[in-house]
């Protein structure tokens, strides 16, 4: 895990990541994660949740597109970014077609992990109701949720650009990888044909439709932020990779964030953002949850307690509950939940956003900084596992000086190697 923010005005956009990165059983604090996108324009890229893409680093990913990009520009920040998703939908090196077999072979194992998850989920609460399920019945659990997945797929929203044929062409070249998952993940399952048929035509629905796959094992979130050539304003676009099936990359996007006449200031956090939501908002997001529960168990205890005064039958108490059930619920979700999130508004977010619109350059990189150091800290003195931790690297890009790095690390003294300069300034 990792923990990254991007804090926003009208000058420029700080970038703060630290350098946690988590391996098998181990965790390390070395990683990079901010990159100057272009060498010659005010340009940026954050990763967050996985330091590799289909096992390839992402510091390799870059560099790759930034030799092959050279000193292009483009007119808005959508356009580089656009060009930098291009670069994974057409064939280069970094991606083979053996890398991707390998992907999509992967993707389909986890994808059927998950739905037979799912199933077994309806299966141990029959169990835990004393009902004793037969193996016809499992059987029906398990096929039921790959119907039910198979249709949330089927009716979600195409990518744009898909051609007619491309659920047939991803189908036709992972049809033996889909069948060895399916081999593997219901081995011990006598699917009927009919499942089994959804099951192949699952991933290819999933590889052409515009919807995200949550537990992608080659997940990756990145961040693209800075100004085209025409922006005047710094903008941000936020993307989940999830892998490339047949040379065309499938990922989503989230809201972009445009500073400008509707936002003077934004701060956005990346991966483990409790701890910035809790600067913003006032209260801990865990917290606020436990106080939702509360006064909801709480209202309704307080409405027997009444029943119990007024000495009611055992019916009318009962009545009584039902008819305050509704109310209960419309306070505690509704006037609780929107009062709440006034109040913090009105004494926290507001106020905060207001003085990062007037900050400085310099004052952007330290509050950026300031909040992932908040985080680490919390990992520190927690019996938490330490996922965020190590160096922060800080990066700010402003229309006028481009990208300047705030605070870098290196894993050498650049004094001992004028040559990497001179290399990378040539």
Not at 400 to 405: A, E, H, K
Request: hydrophobic share 40%; glycine share 4%; net charge negative.
């Amino acid at each position: 895990m990792t923990a990254e923010i991007a804090v926003m005005n009208e000058e420029a956009i700080a970038l703060a990541a630290d350098s946690a990165v988590t391996g098998p059983g181990k965790i390390f604090t070395s990683a990079n994660k901010i990159f100057a996108l272009s060498k010659f324009h005010p340009v940026a890229l954050m990763v967050f949740d996985n330091a590799q893409f289909l096992r390839v680093p992402w510091e390799t990913i870059v560099k790759q597109y930034r030799r092959e990009l050279g000193d292009k520009c483009f007119e808005t920040l959508e356009e580089h970014a656009e060009d930098f998703l291009a670069f994974f939908s057409r064939k280069n090196p970094v991606f083979p077609d053996r890398a991707q077999d390998r992907a999509a072979r992967n993707f389909a194992y986890t994808m059927f992990r998950t739905i037979l998850e799912d199933a077994l989920v309806d299966v141990e609460a029959m169990i835990e109701r004393d009902e004793e399920p037969t193996r016809e019945q499992v059987i029906a659990e398990i096929e039921r949720s790959i119907s039910f997945h198979r249709q949330r797929w089927k009716e979600a929203p195409l990518r744009a650009g898909v051609p007619k044929s491309y659920k047939q062409a991803v189908a036709k070249k992972y049809k033996k990888g889909i069948d060895e998952a399916i081999k593997a993940v219901f081995e011990q399952v006598e699917l009927s044909a009919s499942a089994k048929r959804n099951l192949r035509q699952l991933i290819p629905e999933v590889a052409s439709k515009d919807l995200r796959f949550e537990r992608a094992p080659s997940h990756s979130g990145i961040v693209i932020a800075g100004f085209g050539k025409s922006d005047v304003f710094p903008r941000l676009r936020r993307y989940h990779f999830e892998a490339i099936f047949a040379n065309r990359l499938k990922c989503t996007e989230e809201d972009p964030v445009y500073i400008g006449a509707d936002w003077r200031a934004a701060i956005i956090p990346f991966a483990q953002a409790e701890q910035v939501h809790t600067f913003m908002r006032g209260i801990d997001p865990s917290l606020r949850l436990h106080l939702h529960h509360w006064w909801h168990h709480k209202l309704e205890d307080v409405v027997g307690e009444v029943a119990d005064q007024l000495k009611l039958s055992k019916r009318k108490k009962a009545s009584l509950e039902k008819s305050f059930e509704e109310r209960c619920v419309e306070i505690v979700h509704d006037e609780y939940e929107d009062d709440l999130d006034k109040f913090s508004e009105e004494n926290n977010v507001s106020p905060i956003t207001n003085i990062v619109g007037m900050l400085p350059k310099d004052e952007l990189a330290e509050m950026a900084e300031s909040l992932v150091n908040l985080t680490s800290f919390k990992r520190r003195v927690t019996p938490e596992a330490e996922t965020v931790g190590g160096p922060i690297d800080v990066a700010v890009i402003s229309r006028g000086d481009g990208f300047i790095w705030i605070k870098r690390k290196h894993y050498f003294r650049t004094e001992l190697n004028p040559h990497f300069v001179a290399n990378y300034n040539r």
